[in-house]
């Protein structure tokens, strides 16, 4: 087998020219992508030094879903600008040591790049079809790993500033960045491939966004979780997969609020027969979908009254499920004071369904969908 040269790459569509077009909405994409993402990360974190707020109710679900909306239209921008300019590769070195140290650096820090932002589009993705096919955690990785595509992303925009701006003042057609080779015409023009790119970009979203916005649902083939379950929500876990049917339709159910030594207990027809609150509030998954709901129940604030717990401080909530990383949760002081926070016990005026996490579960404004803990046992003011 020949090893290509960058002279076998003739077709006039891999330029710069291109490049930076579509590099421009790559990078705005993951921008995006990146500030929303730190959003969700701080927001799961066990400890908030700035309380993350409990408003706008909306505010994850809008950052979690153009997480996962820049993400997915950021596929097709990469493969584009990766087919744009992978003739690269196949330059020869530069001569003279100086020059060359500057040309493996450049190269590394491309691979580099390449790389990150391959893995966090991949897992990304595999997160939002609830697939993982590996062994570390999916958290705390693709938040290590988006701080080296950003890094390496900052950087490649700082070397190639000249090139991005000189390909961008100009025309489409307009030569001056290209490389000798690439005179041949394409199977199409530079605009039609920027067009078809922009397309495949725009149906790469509406195939998923419908997970979170609800008019899309019918267009959105690949959104899978959308509208299905009790009350329109999607399940996440059921009380199946959790293990925790018998233990959430016992008859000695019993919640258990606690101060230090003062708790109470109460049944669910307690909870019921104590002031009822209702609010409509989304349940938004990190895995991509969202939906909406009108939540009844007692309101935490209410139920630490009863024990007399003091406010301003978090609470512990703990769920019937024995193990799994969502069985025990914080509840932070911001959350707790909320009116709408509530240990919900129906959805959209009927009993909750065990798979919603019957009997009790917290619902509360402007929370990650992973920490709205379901079979809810415990609440516990934290020491
Ligand atoms: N105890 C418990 N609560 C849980 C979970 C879980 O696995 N165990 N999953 C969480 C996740 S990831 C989401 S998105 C929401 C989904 O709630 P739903 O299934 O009622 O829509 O529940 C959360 N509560
Ligand atoms: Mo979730």
Request: charged share 15%; aromatic share 8%; with cysteine.
């Amino acid at each position: 087998m020949r090893i290509p040269s960058d002279a076998s790459f003739g077709s006039r569509l891999r330029s710069a020219a291109v490049t930076a077009r579509v590099g421009l909405w790559l990078g705005i994409c993951f921008g995006v992508c990146f500030a929303t993402g730190l959003v969700s990360h701080y927001a799961q974190n066990a400890a908030h030094p700035v309380p993350f707020p409990a408003s706008p109710a909306w505010g994850y679900r809008v950052t979690q879903g153009l997480h996962v909306v820049t993400g997915t239209a950021a596929v097709p921008l990469l493969l584009v600008k990766l087919w744009t300019v992978y003739p690269l590769l196949f330059r020869p070195p530069e001569r003279g040591w100086r020059r060359l140290g500057v040309d493996l650096a450049e190269r590394a820090s491309i691979a580099v790049l390449v790389a990150a932002a391959v893995f966090q589009l991949a897992t990304g993705l595999a997160n939002s079809a609830q697939w993982y096919p590996w062994a570390f955690s999916f958290r705390s990785t693709h938040y290590a790993i988006a701080w080296v595509a950003v890094g390496a992303l900052l950087l490649h925009v700082a070397v190639k500033l000249p090139v991005i701006r000189g390909a961008l003042r100009a025309d489409v057609d307009a030569t001056a960045y290209d490389r000798p080779a690439a005179t041949a015409d394409g199977v199409l023009s530079r605009r039609g491939l920027l067009r078809a790119t922009w397309l495949s970009a725009g149906v790469a979203v509406l195939a998923t966004a419908g997970s979170t916005v609800p008019w899309l649902r019918q267009v959105s083939v690949l959104g899978v979780r959308s509208g299905d379950g009790p009350a329109g929500v999607p399940i996440n876990k059921s009380a199946a997969a959790a293990g925790v049917t018998a233990s959430a339709t016992a008859d000695d159910y019993l919640l258990t609020v606690a101060d230090g030594d003062r708790s109470r207990t109460f049944t669910r027809a307690d909870l019921l027969a104590l002031p009822q609150a209702s609010c409509t509030l989304p349940i938004a998954c990190v895995e991509g979908w969202s939906a909406s709901g009108v939540w009844t129940g007692v309101r935490v604030r209410d139920l630490l009254d009863l024990v007399g717990a003091p406010s301003g401080a978090d609470v512990v909530v703990t769920s019937l499920q024995e193990s799994g990383p969502y069985r025990t949760t914080r509840l932070h002081a911001s959350f707790v004071e909320d009116d709408r926070t509530l240990l919900a016990l129906s959805l959209a005026g009927e009993p909750l369904a065990l798979d919603h996490g019957y009997p009790a579960r917290i619902i509360a404004p402007n929370r990650p969908g992973v920490l709205q803990t379901k079979w809810v046992s415990r609440l516990e003011v934290a020491a």
